[in-house]
């Protein structure tokens, strides 16, 4: 093998300092997690395909990886299938098996297949990788991590209240400050969609009012009426392309445009309630805005929708996302599992970090200390005390090969090692160590116990 | 979808408790790895298909897992292929990229991959899931964690004195007290096999020899004898089927066996060479001990071989394993690059623990504290509680349902949570809080400052 061998598109490899910042959000994540009270579950890589195939759309289909059959496969495709060639209708016939395409759906698997051992409400999370054979572009993979809080079994909306108070505890945490973390419920737009005559349009009509932002005021009336929406709908919800202002002012307009919805009224209380339960609890860095044209996910989401936008001036798309779905269960047999829960892009939250420089000088995995090899007497009593040292959790290390000395200092350098330690003849002959700050250049000798108290 | 669902044969789900019992076993090996120097990479789930193929043998091969190409796959399948309707042909076409079997690979194509940005010598860990089509069976499964740490760059054999160490630390960690590192190494095998004669037969005396704990002096014998071995060649070797003793002893009768054979005394240097520093060193609870049977993976291993057998008594194969290899990189056009490693076998590592109760009782990942819920205006006195607690870092959550309270407690009982909060009208009047103890079932009334104390 001439060139040099490398790895599937999409995918990527991680170095010891990527590992670190990785795990530095992993690790503050996991541990609000935990703080909030979700436990951790696991589940297969690999789900069977029946679990995972229709229930992310035609699309979702699509970009689910499939795993071969092993053995001899082609013996089990039926001879007509075989002739007619044609991948679609083959797959399943060539593979029983897919890499998980989110954490969502196996979880609803989990719960179902478990539902006799599990306490509910089950408040879990997971951390774990999703595949999609995605085109791979800037910041889209085709191997990422999910990071999934959710609730199931419980409607009370202090779930909701509690997903926005770890939102900010989270990045309040990694000191990304002034996220916005935006709300919206899918009654609001069921209400909407109902007072302008348009409930068989919803998608349509959430589609082009999510586009608000980009394309402004005209254009989405524009897509509105290319859709069908009438004159006099467009007209009815005219005050929702100006709804600006605080939560309580959105709100006294929602009220006169839904007056006449019982969903969309339903919609304003249940907002109300989470507004009002974070007024009173606060957020330490995040704010809670109300945003009626967010509709993601919304063939999904059942009540609140959540988005989570990075700081102003940061260019970066949704850092974040959740929503309460009331069947998730359903498609797997099992009814009325009302569930809530959000998601942390952890790819996207890494390039903010980076961006702002917001990951901490003291993220590394690198080790404490080592010891110049100066011969094998020396490496011996270097040993000794490298012992004595990792017994005590410093983190040391000797150069394994007597090299050059300047050899063993470039090397030390490139991997940004604090300390190195001289353990020459002379002092062997005193029983001390001579200790090099790296980054000061200071030298001094010291006993063990002195070593020990620096380094520890 | 009538039928519970189900997830594919030979993988698993883990629940809160498994995960954290898990996630200690992981825990403790990673913060020795890197108080020993070794720094975390990852590499991607799959690789490309010729990244693998070819590195494990045919049965490798086969159990590798390919994944199937996206789109329409089958009209890139040449026609005389295609007709041929025969799975092992067709699986290059039909197959681009393949889950990773094992890290040894993988590490190898990364190391080439990034030799230009790497420092050697290179000490890196890695923990991650590998994938195998093998049969299901009692702790065999189709997805396991592999944890392995290498060293590649350096000759010195003060990195196989650091395993035995390392080994040594992580299971006084878990606190498995009396496991067994064996060693062993590639050049005595040579050796021993050149003096007999038979060193065109290394395999088949080495699997020979190796089955001497399974079926016996004789039958090994009669093995050698039907693969070719001279009768004169088994009677030079007869001090082999009852060496015993310590390593001094062990060492003497290989000097006398070997005294012809340079390779073979390379073979004994080398371990005299790390039984000096492990005994000038010491071990906290380990046993080092020379096995001249042991051979796993000789095609692979050029130098020292490991392996870690569980306390006796304990019923259980391998936990551990590695060795010296001259040339992992060359498979990828990098010659010249020394490496040795060692792996911990995760999943039997778990069932040992489980079996002797090594588990400390304190791992769980369940909340600290229950709130109870008495209705709205207690509820939102509870969040304020429990954002304090928090803040603080203790774990802390309001049942989010006004339910009996019968019920509320069996779910913290279920969930094995310590402490309840009792903080009804009477509590919330004088500004207190009633908090039981469930395991003792002893309540008492304290202050938030004072709930803060008992919990944090």
Redesign the interface.
């Known amino acids: 093998?001439?060139?040099?061998?490398?790895?599937?598109k999409g995918?990527?490899?991680?170095?010891?300092q990527e590992?670190?910042k990785r795990?530095y959000i992993f690790n503050t994540i996991r541990t609000k997690f935990?703080?909030?009270?979700f436990?951790?579950?696991?589940?297969?890589?690999?789900?069977?395909s029946d679990?995972l195939m229709g229930k992310y759309g035609e699309e979702g289909d699509?970009?689910i990886?499939?795993?071969?059959n092993?053995?001899?496969?082609?013996?089990k495709v039926n001879e007509d299938l075989?002739t007619s060639?044609?991948?679609n209708k083959?797959?399943s016939s060539?593979?029983?098996?897919a890499?998980r395409y989110d954490l969502t759906v196996p979880f609803a698997?989990?719960v179902?297949?478990?539902q006799n051992?599990i306490?509910f409400?089950f408040?879990?999370y997971q951390i774990q990788?999703v595949?999609r054979?995605d085109r791979p572009q800037k910041g889209r993979f085709r191997?990422f991590y999910q990071c999934d809080a959710d609730?199931v079994g419980?409607?009370?909306l202090?779930?909701e209240?509690?997903f926005v108070?770890l939102y900010d505890?989270v990045f309040s945490a990694l000191k990304l400050e002034g996220v916005t973390i935006k709300i919206n419920n899918r009654k609001i737009l069921s209400g909407i969609a109902e007072v302008i005559g348009a409930q068989d349009k919803l998608i349509d009509f959430t589609v082009a009012l999510d586009k608000l932002d980009k394309i402004g005021e005209e254009k989405v009336k524009d897509e509105m009426r290319s859709k069908g929406i009438s004159e006099e709908g467009i007209t009815t919800l005219q005050p929702l392309f100006t709804l600006k202002g605080d939560f309580g002012n959105q709100i006294a307009e929602l009220k006169t445009i839904l007056k006449t919805s019982e969903e969309g009224k339903k919609g304003i209380e249940e907002l109300e309630f989470i507004n009002t339960?974070i007024a009173?609890?606060?957020l330490k860095t995040a704010t809670l805005q109300l945003d009626v044209t967010l509709a993601r996910g919304l063939n999904y989401y059942t009540g609140a929708i959540f988005e989570v936008a990075a700081p102003e001036g940061v260019h970066m798309g949704s850092i974040g996302g959740g929503g309460r779905y009331d069947d998730l269960t359903g498609?797997?047999?099992l009814k009325d599992m009302s569930g809530v829960g959000v998601s942390f892009g952890l790819d996207r939250i890494a390039l903010v970090l980076e961006d702002l420089g917001l990951f901490p000088e003291t993220i590394t995995?690198?080790?404490k200390v080592l010891f110049i090899n100066f011969g094998e007497a020396e490496?011996?009593a270097s040993?000794?005390a490298i012992?004595s040292l990792?017994d005590v959790?410093?983190?040391?290390?000797?150069f394994?090969?007597n090299k050059k000395t300047i050899k063993q200092f470039n090397?030390a350098n490139?991997?940004n090692i604090p300390f190195v330690i001289l353990l020459g003849e002379s002092e062997m002959a005193s029983n001390t160590f001579t200790l090099k700050n790296m980054g000061t250049g200071d030298q001094q000798e010291v006993t063990l116990e002195e070593l020990i108290d620096v380094l520890i």
Chains 1, 2 share one sequence.
């Not at 436990?39 to 069977?48: A, K, L």
């Open positions: 093998m001439a060139q040099k061998p490398s790895i599937p995918t990527r490899d991680f170095n010891p590992v670190a795990n935990e703080i909030f009270g436990q951790p579950i696991e589940t297969p890589s690999f789900e069977n679990t699509r970009l990886f499939k795993i071969l092993s053995g001899d496969y082609l013996s075989y060639k044609d991948s083959m797959t060539l593979s029983e098996k890499l698997r989990y179902v297949q478990h051992e306490d409400p408040k879990r990788p595949w054979a191997e609730v419980s409607n009370s202090w779930q209240v509690e108070q505890a339960g009173t609890l606060g498609i797997f047999g995995n690198t080790v490496a011996i040993m000794k012992k990792r959790g410093v983190s040391a290390e000797l394994p090969d090397y490139k991997r």
